[in-house]
């Protein structure tokens, strides 16, 4: 089985700086494709960034010159560095990973989240 864990949530200012982590471990064989995404009460979970196994990365708009995604393959994590952050950015923020857990098996797995709140 694969587990992602995820960490670095807590409370900040506007203005303020966190970096999420979240860590890999399991049945894996190559971490594929991994990402962070979000969720607001009341509201779908959205895209926040991805990066592939070679370093290649998506962002959504609105993270886009704010958020950072980067990830180490040999310690299997990847993180994300968040500036300037915003009270529209308080979230419970999830990590996601694609899978190779054997010769022809792929999975997709999520974290359980980490609270991100942005208030003064």
């Known amino acids: 089985q694969v587990q992602l864990a995820e960490s670095g949530g807590g409370l900040v200012q506007p203005g303020g700086s966190l970096r999420l982590s979240c860590a890999a471990s399991g049945s894996i064989f190559i971490l594929n494709d991994m990402g962070w995404y979000r969720q607001a009460p009341g509201k779908q979970r959205e895209l926040v960034a991805t990066?592939?196994?070679?370093?290649?990365?998506v962002y959504a708009d609105s993270m886009k010159g704010r958020f950072t995604i980067s990830r180490d393959n040999a310690k299997k994590m990847v993180y994300l560095q968040m500036n300037s952050l915003k009270p529209e950015d308080t979230a419970v923020y999830y990590c996601?990973?694609?899978?190779?857990?054997?010769?022809?098996?792929?999975?997709?797995?999520w974290g359980q989240g980490t609270q991100v709140t942005v208030s003064s």
């Open positions: 990066i592939t196994s070679r370093g290649s990365t």
């Open positions: 996601n990973a694609q899978v190779q857990t054997g010769i022809l098996a792929t999975s997709e797995h």
